[in-house]
């Protein structure tokens, strides 16, 4: 494994769970790290405990459905650290239910949030890799990237649909840009949390039951930035070893 000291890496969805966790390890690895999302008291707190073990880390709030925000976490980078190595397309909302369910509200963010905000990360970022001719995306997809479950229609659309634009994007961008697809198996995290539905809710409660911390998710996201930079890792699935 090669070092990251002094990559400046982007990361979306910080908060808590894996963007958390990766900001975490990447910062004590010697990487910058710049943090968004909604909750900034949360963001603020991950800074001050990043800052108090000797790592480096900035912060803004980020809504990724809002293009001009993601640009202004891009600046933010660029004005701090004079450069931007890596975009961890992080953020993700998973409000499952069954579509007859008709809950289109969830179904548009999802749509918002997952798609979009991926999309976001990619225009706000690439121009900049574009001219520094080198960078890397790592987007966070799912293994509901590969397989549709009951109640889980939209989030995996919205996964596959991460899946395709990263595959593409690499075909576009590869030889100068990294890109690298990470599809986490069962995580422990917030996710399941803005589940409204009860069926959905039951159905997650017995499929979480087995999890690996979100933190296994984060030494993946640092294997695929250590690489040299000629070395361009495609895509990693991650479950846990109790899964089917
Ligand atoms: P969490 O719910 O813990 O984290 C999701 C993060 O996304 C939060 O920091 C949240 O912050 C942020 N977020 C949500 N909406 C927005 C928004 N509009 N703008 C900016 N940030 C937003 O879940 P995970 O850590 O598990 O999720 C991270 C990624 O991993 C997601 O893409 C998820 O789909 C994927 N994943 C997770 C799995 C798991 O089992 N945990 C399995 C497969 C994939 P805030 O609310 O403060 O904005």
Same mark, same amino acid.
């Given at each position: 494994?090669? =070092?990251? !000291? %002094? !990559?400046?890496?982007? #990361? *979306? %969805?910080?908060?808590?769970? #894996?963007?958390?966790?990766?900001?975490? @390890?990447?910062?004590?690895?010697?990487?910058?790290?710049? /943090?968004?999302?909604? $909750?900034?008291?949360? @963001?603020?707190? &991950?800074?001050?405990? /990043? $800052?108090?073990?000797?790592?480096?880390?900035?912060?803004?709030? @980020? +809504?990724? *459905? $809002?293009?001009?925000?993601?640009?202004? /976490?891009? +600046? &933010?980078?660029? *004005?701090?650290? %004079? $450069?931007? +190595?890596?975009? #961890? =397309?992080?953020? %993700?909302?998973?409000? @499952?239910?069954?579509l007859e369910a008709l809950k289109v509200d969830e179904w548009n963010r999802m749509i918002d949030v997952n798609v979009r905000g991926v999309l976001h990360g990619i225009a706000a970022g690439l121009p900049v890799m574009r001219k520094q001719s080198s960078g890397q995306f790592i987007n966070l997809a799912s293994i509901g990237a590969y397989t549709v479950s009951p109640t889980a229609s939209v989030y995996c659309a919205t996964k596959y649909a991460v899946r395709a634009i990263t595959e593409g994007l690499r075909q576009e961008v590869?030889?100068? /840009?990294?890109?690298?697809?990470i599809s986490p198996g069962v995580t422990e995290s917030e996710l399941a949390e803005t589940i409204s539905d009860t069926e959905a809710r039951e159905l997650m409660k017995d499929y979480r039951r087995v999890s690996i911390p979100a933190s296994a998710i984060a030494h993946s996201i640092l294997y695929a930035i250590s690489q040299p930079a000629e070395v361009d890792v495609n895509e990693i699935v991650v479950r846990p070893t109790a899964s089917l």
């Open positions: 494994m090669f =070092n990251i !000291k %002094g !990559k400046v890496v982007v #990361i *979306t %969805g910080a908060s808590s769970g #894996i963007g958390e966790a990766a900001a975490r @390890l990447l910062a004590q690895q010697g990487a910058h790290v710049v /943090i968004g999302a909604r $909750r900034v008291e949360r @963001l603020q707190a &991950l800074a001050s405990s /990043i $800052r108090s073990e000797g790592g480096s880390v900035e912060f803004q709030a @980020l +809504d990724v *459905t $809002r293009l001009e925000e993601m640009q202004s /976490i891009m +600046d &933010l980078a660029l *004005t701090r650290f %004079g $450069r931007l +190595d890596v975009v #961890i =397309n992080n953020a %993700g909302v998973m409000p @499952l239910s069954p590869g030889g100068d /840009i990294r890109v690298t697809l």
